[in-house]
């Protein structure tokens, strides 16, 4: 059974950095892709990058600044999700989500089985 869990979330200040982890469990020895969402109060869950395991190809949603960047430890079974120069408006649930298969990318919601629990995020001053 596959079973993720996030860590790394917390209160930081606008500007500051936070490196989200992902600790997969039950992918071994098979192709998955890996996905960060998140939800803001009040608002819908929004896909933000997915990444091939255990190839490592990666797809940015459009909008998703470059201030955001995923990897991965396939040894680990761990992909991170850096963030930098945060803002207010990146406050938020961050999820780690994950599906069997690569190459085909996709950040719908629906596409993903697996969920881990969230960690949240908090940009405030």
């Known amino acids: 059974e596959v079973q993720l869990v996030e860590s790394g979330g917390g209160l930081v200040r606008p500007g500051g950095s936070l490196r989200l982890s992902c600790a997969a469990t039950?992918?071994?020895?098979?192709?998955?892709?890996i996905a960060w969402f998140r939800q803001a109060p009040g608002k819908g869950r929004e896909g933000l990058v997915c990444?091939?395991?255990?190839?490592?190809?990666?797809n940015y949603a459009h909008w998703l600044e470059d201030r955001f960047t995923i990897s991965s430890d396939n040894a680990k079974s761990t992909v991170y999700l850096q963030m930098d120069n945060l803002k207010p408006e990146d406050t938020a649930v961050y999820y780690c989500?994950?599906?069997?298969?690569?190459?085909?990318?996709?950040?719908?919601?629906?596409?993903?089985?697996?969920w881990g629990q969230g960690t949240q995020v908090t940009v405030s001053s």
């Open positions: 989500a994950a599906r069997r298969g690569f190459g085909v990318f996709t950040l719908s919601e629906s596409a993903y089985p697996y």
């Open positions: 039950g992918i071994t020895g098979d192709t998955y892709q």
């Open positions: 990444i091939d395991i255990p190839f490592s190809n990666k």
